[in-house]
C-alpha cells in the first residue's frame, strides 16, 4: 500500500484532476488517495461561514452560489458537459440548508467551523473519485468521518490511533477495490459529530492513514520541485533538498514551513515510513524524501517565513517575578484556543509570545489574560523569520535589518520577529 496526498492547488481545475489521474494510473500498487479542497475553496467556505455566523444568510448563500458555480468550471470542463456528480451536489446542498435554515446562535463557531468548512474536501472528492471512475480506474470513495476517530476539540482535534486503526484496516481488508479516495483535514467524534483536525491538516490525514495501515509511503504531490531551502516566492536563488531527516523536518515544520504540516511527522517516523515531496508538475523528477539517517548539509541555510503574526509583552500587575505558577496561568489560558505560539522569550517579570495574528482570537487573548491580572501590550504587522544552519554573516545581515524587535539564537536555529518595512 502507497498513500498519495494531493493538495488543493493540484485540484484547483480540470487539468490538475487529469493530471491526478494520470499519476494515479502509474501506480500499480495498492494506493490510498487523500484529496484536499479544491483551489481556495476552504477560504470561500472561512468567509460563508462568517457571514452565517453574523446573521448575513443571504450573503452567505450568494458566496455559497459563487463556489458552486466555481465547481462546476471545473466538473464540466471534466465530463464535457454541465454536470455535478450526485455526491458532491448532495454535500452542496447540505450546506445551502444549513445556510437558510440553521440557527447559528445554537452552536458554536468553533463547531459550526467544523460542519460548514469539511465540505470543500468532501465535495473535491466526490468529483475525484467520479472522474477517476468516469477514466477507467476503479475505486472505492470513503468518507473520512468514519473511520478517523477524533477528540472533542473542533478545529485542532486529535485522532484517536487505536479506534481509528481497527476502522480503517478492516475497511480496506473488505474492499474489493485496490484504489480508495478519502478526504484530508477532517474526522469526527466517536458520536459521530464533525471535526477538523487542523488548517493545512491533510499532510497530517495522509501520514496517519500510512502509518495505521503501515505503507510502504507516504507521498505528498505539491506544484514545486520538492524540499526547497526557502520559499521560492519570498527568497531568490532557492536550492532544493534531496534528503532531510525526520527530526529536522519536524524542526522546519514547526518553524513554519509550509511544505509539511507541524504533525505530519511523527505517525512516519514511529513506523520508519519514508515521506516523498514529489512534484505535481512533472511526476519524472526525483523530489525530495524525508526518513531516518540523513542531515541537512551545513553549507544549505533553510530560511523560514511566517507571516500576520503578533507579540504579546505579558507583565504581572504587581510586578512580581516571572515564575513557573503565573507562566503555567498563561498557558492554561492560551491553550483554550486554537493558535500557535512561534517563539517565547521570558526574564524576571516579563514573558514575550509570538503567535499567529489571528482576526477572531488576539484581542480575545489579551483581554483575557488582563483579567487574569498582567499588563499585556499586544504589537500587530509582524514577520518571524527563521533560519536553520545558519552562520554569523546571516545572522548579522538579518539580525541587523530594519524593523527587527525580538532576536534569538541557538547552535542551529536563528529567530527573529521584525516589523514590515
Known amino acids: 500500500m502507497k498513500i498519495y496526498k494531493f493538495g488543493g492547488a493540484s485540484v484547483k481545475s480540470a487539468d490538475g484532476v487529469r493530471n491526478l489521474a494520470n ?3 502509474d501506480t500499480p500498487e495498492e494506493l490510498f488517495v487523500v484529496v484536499s479542497a479544491m483551489g481556495k475553496t476552504t477560504n470561500a467556505l472561512e468567509k460563508i461561514l462568517d457571514l452565517f455566523y453574523d446573521g448575513m444568510s443571504a450573503e452567505a448563500e450568494a458566496a455559497l452560489d459563487e463556489l458552486v458555480e466555481y465547481h462546476f468550471t471545473i466538473t464540466s470542463d471534466l465530463w464535457g458537459w454541465h454536470y455535478m456528480p450526485a455526491r458532491a451536489a448532495r454535500f452542496f446542498d447540505e450546506l445551502r440548508e444549513i445556510v437558510r435554515e440553521s440557527d447559528p446562535s445554537l452552536r458554536s463557531y468553533e463547531v459550526w467551523y467544523d460542519r460548514v468548512v469539511s465540505v470543500g474536501e468532501l465535495v473535491s472528492t466526490a468529483i475525484v473519485s467520479a472522474y477517476l471512475e468516469y477514466d477507467g480506474l476503479p475505486n472505492k470513495w470513503v468518507d473520512m468521518r468514519e473511520l478517523f476517530v477524533t477528540s472533542h476539540r473542533h478545529r485542532d482535534a486529535n485522532i484517536d490511533m487505536e479506534r481509528s486503526a481497527e476502522r480503517l484496516c478492516s475497511l480496506v481488508a473488505r474492499s474489493e477495490k ?33 502509518a495505521l495501515l503501515e505503507a510502504e509511503s507516504v507521498s ?25 531527516s525526520y527530526m529536522d523536518a519536524v524542526e522546519l515544520a514547526h518553524s513554519g514551513a509550509q511544505i509539511i504540516h507541524p504533525k505530519t511527522i511523527k505517525p512516519l517516523q514511529n513506523k520508519s515510513i519514508p515521506l516523498h515531496v514529489k512534484c505535481f508538475l512533472d511526476k519524472t523528477k526525483p523530489g525530495s524524501v524525508i526518513r531516518d ?28 517575578f516571572m515564575l513557573e505558577e503565573k507562566i503555567l496561568n498563561i498557558f492554561t489560558h492560551l491553550s483554550a484556543y486554537p493558535i500557535k505560539i512561534n517563539l517565547i522569550q521570558s526574564s524576571a517579570i516579563s514573558l514575550n509570545l509570538c503567535i499567529d495574528d489571528h482576526d477572531r482570537y488576539t484581542d480575545e487573548i489579551v483581554a483575557t489574560l488582563r483579567e487574569e491580572g498582567f499588563d499585556v501590550s499586544c504589537e500587530k504587522g509582524l514577520e518571524f523569520l527563521t533560519v536553520r544552519g545558519y552562520d554569523s554573516e546571516t545572522a548579522h545581515y538579518y539580525g541587523n535589518a530594519d524593523g527587527v524587535i525580538l532576536m534569538q539564537r541557538s547552535a542551529k536555529n536563528l529567530r527573529i520577529v521584525k516589523k514590515v518595512i
Open 178 to 210: 485496490r484504489l480508495f479516495v478519502g478526504q484530508g483535514f477532517i474526522g469526527a467524534t466517536p458520536e459521530g459529530v464533525t471535526t477538523t483536525i487542523g488548517r493545512e491538516g491533510s499532510d497530517y490525514s495522509a501520514a496517519v492513514a500510512g
Open 23 to 25: 499519476i494515479v494510473a
Open 220 to 244: 505528498i504531490w505539491k506544484d514545486v520541485d520538492g524540499i526547497l531551502n526557502g520559499d521560492p516566492k519570498i527568497f531568490e536563488n532557492t536550492t532544493l533538498i534531496p534528503e532531510l
Open 293 to 320: 539517517g540523513v542531515e541537512v548539509s551545513p553549507d544549505i541555510p533553510i530560511f523560514i517565513l511566517k507571516r500576520r503574526q503578533a507579540l504579546l509583552k505579558v507583565i504581572p500587575q504587581d510586578f512580581s
